[in-house]
């Protein structure tokens, strides 16, 4: 079982910065893979990125490369997804997730975990 959390959200201005964090608990956590999501008003879901247990490979959506860097602290239980020049497009629930029993890499679709947080808000103004 892990419960996750995400925190670090809030108002923006396009261009600004926000570091979203997401704390795990759960004995599983440090063999988990961990994805961040983000779903906007009337939207599906959409993948942003996603990192393997021992940070060994990282991926990131077309739309987040570049911009936004997730990480992960074994140590704190928690993963990052840091995001710079946020554009008004970035505004969404933000959900971090976690994935277990070594499912295919790079674990673009909801499907593949097992696992999420509650979501925080992430709103860029222009």
């Known amino acids: 079982q892990v419960q996750l959390v995400e925190s670090g959200g809030g108002l923006v201005q396009a261009g600004g910065s926000l570091r979203l964090s997401c704390a795990a608990s759960?004995?599983?956590?440090?063999?988990?893979?961990m994805g961040w999501f983000r779903q906007a008003p009337g939207k599906e879901r959409e993948f942003v990125a996603a990192?393997?247990?021992?940070?060994?490979?990282?991926y990131y959506a077309d739309s987040s490369r570049g911009r936004f860097t997730m990480s992960r602290d074994k140590a704190k239980n928690t993963v990052y997804l840091q995001m710079n020049s946020l554009k008004p497009a970035d505004t969404a629930v933000y959900y971090c997730?976690?994935?277990?029993?070594?499912?295919?890499?790079?674990?673009?679709?909801?499907?593949?975990?097992?696992?999420w947080g509650q979501g925080t808000q992430v709103t860029v103004s222009s």
């Open positions: 759960g004995r599983t956590f440090s063999s988990a893979a």
């Open positions: 997730a976690a994935s277990l029993g070594g499912r295919s890499w790079p674990l673009q679709s909801r499907e593949q975990y097992d696992y």
């Open positions: 990192i393997t247990w021992n940070s060994g490979n990282i």
